[in-house]
């Protein structure tokens, strides 16, 4: 089983990145998607997931800002992120749970991707 997480990168204050995951050596429209981020010297924290059914749930630091969502045909999931802050900035993780529903719980997740750096600043 295989995480490709793409799509971040270098971004001014107010701008926008679009996150994908890729999956592969396994079928997504079984598991749960979730993405995480992590600050330097901070702990692995829960940013958004997506259930099987498509249920979405979001930090209450991103409410509003970020969408999450998946494309079963593609093997895929996403997070659209708006309105970045500099406090955005951290290494974004995506994983998969096998559980039907989601949580923000690391512990719940068993396939994580590598990270892809997201960096918000002027």
């Known amino acids: 089983v295989q995480l490709q997480a793409s799509g971040g990168g270098l971004v001014q204050p107010g701008g926008s990145l679009r996150l994908s995951c890729a999956a592969s050596?396994?079928?997504?429209?079984?598991?749960?998607i979730g993405w995480f981020h992590q600050a330097p010297g901070k702990e692995r924290e829960g940013v958004s997931c997506?259930?099987?059914?498509?249920?979405?749930y979001y930090a209450d630091s991103v409410k509003g800002r970020f969408t999450i969502s998946r494309d079963n045909a593609k093997n895929t999931g996403y997070l659209q992120m708006n309105s970045l802050k500099p406090e955005d900035t951290a290494v974004y993780y995506c994983?998969?749970?096998?559980?039907?529903?989601?949580?923000?719980?690391?512990?719940?997740?068993?396939?994580w991707g590598q990270g892809t750096q997201v960096t918000v600043s002027s």
């Open positions: 050596g396994l079928t997504l429209d079984y598991y749960a």
């Open positions: 994983a998969t749970s096998p559980k039907p529903s989601c949580r923000l719980d690391v512990r719940t997740y068993d396939f």
């Open positions: 997506i259930s099987s059914s498509g249920r979405t």
